[in-house]
């Protein structure tokens, strides 16, 4: 009697077991199937992904600023000091110091650029430094390449002085006689011979007689074809002391350089006066025409500083008269 009831209690749990077996392998399969079916299914939304912290960046190392290109200016006073420390004779700094602070130009005030040609003359070229060296003041020299090896140490002191040198040709050729290879020839060989011995690049031509040919003519075309090549102008004058008249004295050159206004009505400010290193007239005449000027107000300075303080500036090829 009592195994009989034991079975009876028996087979209740195990009915009510199998049916949670049944129940959880039911479930089993609603959850295996739900997830086969959202496989299918629209994806859910992508939760937004957490925004990236960004790298450090390195601190920004700003690249130098590029050299600016020296003015024409900063040019001019390096080229001086140059061979103001080569050729000057200076004994220190103080002497530099002192020759270089009688280049300084005010582009405000009054102007005027002798011109010397012919030269260097044993004698001559000296006295107009020695005038030159007084009082502070700049002229250019319009020289013979014949000239220069007889005379570098006038050419030494010009370039010490602040002066400029300027191509006359060779043995002063008229240069409408010459064919375009002579005319390379004949004033190529100046500017050689002053850059080989000086380094000093020459920027100036006037040519003898002041003759360059008619405008549009072969002689003129080829000239201002050889000056834009190797960044030349071409320097005529605005006006003549007439130094190398037989009937001009000293004093008549004198009074002829420091004209205000001369007989076409060109002012003194801004000219180009055109005299010769090669007789003793002129330079008993410029010994009186600087001090004169320098009293006015007047600058003397070089062609190309004149040029290049002018409105229009300094363009190889062209031919100037004066700086207006």
Request: glycine share 6%; proline share 6%.
């Amino acid at each position: 009697m009592k195994k009989r009831k034991k079975r009876r209690i028996a087979n209740p749990l195990r009915f009510a077991v199998g049916i949670a077996l049944i129940i959880l392998i039911l479930l089993i399969c609603i959850v295996m199937i739900a997830a086969i079916a959202g496989c299918f299914d629209a994806p859910d939304p992508v939760a937004e992904a957490p925004a990236e912290t960004p790298a450090p960046t390195a601190a920004p190392t700003s690249s130098p600023s590029p050299t600016p290109e020296p003015t024409w200016e900063e040019q001019r006073l390096s080229s001086i000091e140059h061979y103001v420390r080569a050729y000057g004779n200076c004994p220190d700094e103080a002497a530099v110091s002192a020759r270089m602070a009688t280049m300084a130009i005010d582009p405000q005030q009054k102007m005027v650029a002798f011109t010397f040609d012919d030269g260097p003359r044993t004698g001559i070229t000296n006295q107009i430094l020695d005038i030159a060296e007084e009082y502070g003041v700049r002229v250019t020299f319009f020289i013979k390449g014949d000239n220069i090896a007889s005379h570098e140490e006038e050419l030494m002191r010009m370039l010490s002085l602040g002066c400029e040198i300027g191509n006359h040709t060779w043995m002063h050729t008229n240069v409408e006689e010459l064919s375009a290879s002579e005319m390379r020839d004949e004033i190529g060989k100046v500017n050689d011979a002053i850059r080989d011995r000086f380094g000093y690049p020459i920027r100036l031509f006037r040519p003898p007689y002041i003759k360059y040919g008619d405008k549009g003519s072969d002689t003129r075309n080829t000239l201002v074809s050889l000056m834009e090549e190797w960044n030349m102008a071409i320097i005529n004058h605005t006006r003549s002391t007439h130094d190398t008249y037989d009937s001009y004295n000293a004093e008549r050159i004198y009074q002829r350089g420091v004209l205000e206004t001369d007989e076409l009505g060109k002012s003194l400010d801004g000219s180009i006066i055109l005299c010769h290193d090669k007789q003793q007239k002129t330079v008993d005449a410029f010994k009186k025409i600087v001090p004169e000027l320098l009293s006015r107000g007047y600058q003397f300075v070089t062609v190309s500083e004149l040029l290049h303080y002018s409105d229009d500036g300094f363009h190889a090829g062209w031919i100037y008269s004066s700086a207006n």
